[in-house]
Structure formats: C-alpha cells, structure tokens
C-alpha cells in the first residue's frame, strides 16, 4: 500500500483531484493507494473553513477506485485535535491558512500507517510516485528536498515541506511531531508548520531537487510544485500560478505535458453533480 496524505478545506478540492490524477496516470504499479485527507471546522475563524464536503469525497473515491478497485479514501476530521492543541495559538494567523498546521497531528490519528508521503494540494506529478516513494528511509524520520528560495535565502539545506517523505515509525519514536506541535503552539514561527519540522528534526534525508521542483519543470522533474514564484518579466512581480489555473499553466508557463491529465479532470468536474 501506498498511503499518501493530504491536508485542507473544500477550497483545495481541484489541487487534490488533480494531483490524484497525476498520480494515478503517471505511476505503473498494481499496488494500491490509500489517499489519507485530514480536513477540519473552524468556521469560526472564516466562513470557508469548513470541512471538506461529502460530495467532493466521494468524487475522489469514485475516481480513484476506477484506476483500481483497491485503492481508496480515508477521510480524517481532525478538528478535535486542532481545538485542543492550536486553537488561539501565535501560529493560527500565519502566512497560510490553519490547514498547513494539521499535518502535524499525523503521529495521533488513528489508521496512519508507519510510511507516508505528506503532500501540499499544489503538486504535480510528472513522472511515477514509486521513484520517490521507494527512498529508504532507514534512520532517516523524513526525506525532503530543498526550498528554491530558502536554500540560497536561509541555509543551503533549507527544505520544503510541501513534499515530504514520512517514516512514522522513527517520527513517532523521537517525537517529531510532539515538538512541532510545542513550537506551533508556543513560539510565532516565520513559516509556521514548516518552520516547526525543521526546528524539531534530529535527522533528515535530503532530496534531489527533482522531487520538489518550485519553479522548472525539466524531463527528469518528479514533482512540479505549483507554489508562488518569482518572474522577472515584464517586470519583477509574485504570481501564484496553481496547476488547475489551466490557461495561465499553458499560457504563462507553456506546459502541455500535463494536457491527459486534465482532459480527465475536465470529465469528472463536468460530470459531477453540482452542489
């Protein structure tokens, strides 16, 4: 099994479909997935903070099981955890939203299995899931790879979190997650959840930079995270391209390799019922 996790609102819905799907149409392997989906309610900070929805669950367990009839979805509201650990903390402000915190509770959810591979919603895969997920891991409690940015801005082995290769087993045995939780909930950290892993790490595996590439997509390129990047043209200016803004992936990015990919997105959005 390959169990791979997720983390957010109903608003990430066609991050995770289609990164779902990227797995799924790029990956040869007859073994199966279970798609993990941490989710929360707290409404009560903004109105779309809620829960995933039922509807949109179901569409990715349809989806999934006709790639194979063994893969499924588990669905984890982990609100209960959130209130008691980060409700009101320094951290519930940061720089994203509070469903980049949640990972974080992955040591105690129950049926998290002792390998996970923990990814954003705005991830891409362009080549097979297997040659990332079969990294030994062995003394290692994760493997990621470094942060564009950060690894010239910060430390040159500054990492990414938003792909990242969990051995539970060791995380669970060193208490990972247990210092990061005490961080969030304590110290007001620049990158939040980010921030809180590197600072609770005892030892890490570095990636090469083809298992989290934030701003190239080349052949040999795994993952193509779709987060938010510098462009110097016409003028120096952010832009937050994600990989279901289709037009600007083909228009300002030029990709056309992920087109089967979202010819099948296409299909299931238009086939879903609408809410």
């Not at 797995?23 to 040869?28: E, V």
């Not at 509807?55 to 955890?81: A, G, P």
């Not at 990972?103 to 299995?113: E, H, K, N, S, T």
């Not at 190239?216 to 803004?245: A, G």
Request: net charge positive; glycine share 4%; charged share 25%.
């Amino acid at each position: 099994m390959i169990d791979v996790l997720f983390c957010g609102n109903d608003g990430v819905f066609d991050g995770v479909l289609t990164c779902t799907l990227s797995i799924l149409m790029r990956t040869q392997t007859k073994e199966p997935f279970c798609f993990h989906i941490f989710t929360m309610d707290v409404s009560h900070l903004d109105g779309k903070y809620t829960c995933i929805s039922r509807e949109h669950i179901n569409c990715l367990e349809k989806t999934v099981k006709s790639y194979n009839s063994d893969n499924s979805v588990m669905l984890h509201d982990v609100t209960r955890y959130y209130m008691k650990a980060f409700s009101g903390c320094p951290n519930e402000g940061a720089y994203c939203s509070p469903y980049t915190l949640i990972r974080l509770f992955a040591d105690v959810v129950r049926g998290i299995p002792d390998k996970l591979l923990y990814l954003d919603a705005d991830i891409m895969f362009n080549r097979d899931v297997r040659l990332l997920w079969d990294t030994d891991l062995t003394d290692y409690e994760y493997a990621a790879a470094r942060d564009h940015y950060g690894k010239y801005l910060i430390k040159p082995n500054y990492i990414n979190a938003g792909v990242v290769l969990f051995n539970m087993k060791l995380a669970r045995e060193t208490g990972l997650f247990k210092k990061a939780r005490w961080w969030i909930k304590h110290k007001k950290l620049v990158f939040a959840d980010q921030s809180a892993l590197i600072r609770s790490t005892t030892r890490k595996k570095m990636l090469p930079q083809r298992f989290n590439d934030q701003k190239f997509l080349h052949k040999h390129t795994v993952v193509r995270h779709f987060s938010k990047r510098l462009f110097w043209l016409p003028y120096p200016h952010t832009d937050n391209i994600k990989q279901w803004n289709i037009q600007k992936v083909h228009s300002v990015f030029g990709y056309r390799q992920f087109d089967d990919i979202y010819t099948q997105y296409q299909k299931i959005i238009n086939q879903s019922p609408k809410e």
